[in-house]
């Protein structure tokens, strides 16, 4: 099944039950369309039977290649998962699930119904950059929290600004225990700064370039609490105050041009 979100990002479910057998709340997968096609990391919004629903957004290569010419019957190469580390969820009281980009959105809808189901108050911000690009509401995490907003950056629907401005607003209100964040690395590192003094546990989605998803490549290495840590070994989930954001940055940033090119040459 496939189906758009907005004009850049869709939704995609997969048959894989080896993957939704043994799924938990923060854990990921790895999927390739060809034999010797990119490996793409991606976070699990839904498990639906043996199926694994994903969000993707057309940015690269392989997405793109995926959205136009993957229909309802094809197969991947591959779907491998789950991966990662689960992320140990508890009673917290009051907690903030925060997004501004596919991934984070993705994990939302799986953290907000485990979250809910242990007992937590369950306070989710969406944010968008404007009215178009919200999602249907069928995607949303609306009907899982407690509380439900969505925020554009041109404020052409719900609060005007980014999550982390809502956020500050929250916080300053309400007694919030617990935060959990996932989207754009550049607004995570944001978070870091802004929730610097909270007394609250603050996890933030550090989803990066990947290549075999098992700790043995190196590439998905972060600079975590002064030692060296994998994304897709020990995360894709951490503590968001102990990363080390301008190393991440600085890697993400890595194949960008190479990546452009890429999906250039496809659409040429
Ligand atoms: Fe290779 Fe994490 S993807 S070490």
């Not at 969505?150 to 404020?155: A, E, H, Q, R, S």
Request: hydrophobic share 40%; charged share 30%; net charge positive.
């Amino acid at each position: 099944m496939k189906e758009d979100l907005n004009d850049q990002d869709y939704y995609l479910e997969v048959e894989a039950p080896h993957v939704t057998k043994h799924w938990k709340p923060g854990q990921f997968v790895i999927i390739m369309t060809h034999e010797k096609g990119e490996r793409v990391p991606l976070s699990v919004a839904t498990i639906n039977g043996g199926r694994v629903g994903m969000f993707i957004k057309k940015l690269g290569k392989t997405s793109v290649e995926l959205y136009r010419e993957f229909r309802v019957g094809s197969s991947l190469y591959a779907v491998s998962g789950p991966l990662g580390k689960p992320l140990k969820l508890e009673d917290y009281g009051t907690v903030v699930l925060a997004s501004d980009a596919v991934c984070g959105h993705a994990e939302q809808l799986g953290l907000a119904q485990e979250l809910a189901k242990l007992g937590n108050k369950v306070i989710s911000i969406q944010t968008f950059k404007t009215e178009k690009e919200v999602y249907p509401e069928k995607y949303l995490t609306t009907k899982y929290a407690d509380e439900h907003y969505i925020t554009t950056l041109d404020g052409t629907a719900g609060y005007k600004g980014h999550y982390i401005d809502l956020l500050r607003e929250l916080v300053a209100r309400r007694e919030v225990k617990a935060v959990f964040a996932g989207g754009a690395l550049a607004s995570l590192k944001k978070l870091a700064e802004a929730t610097a003094g909270l007394d609250a546990k603050v996890y933030a989605l550090v989803r990066t370039i990947m290549v075999d998803g098992t700790g043995m490549c190196g590439s998905c290495r972060v600079r975590y609490n002064g030692v060296i840590a994998y994304a897709c070994r020990d995360g894709p989930w951490f503590d968001a105050r102990l990363v080390d954001w301008d190393d991440v940055l600085r890697r993400d940033a890595r194949f960008k041009k190479i990546e452009k090119i890429a999906l250039e040459k496809y659409l040429a």
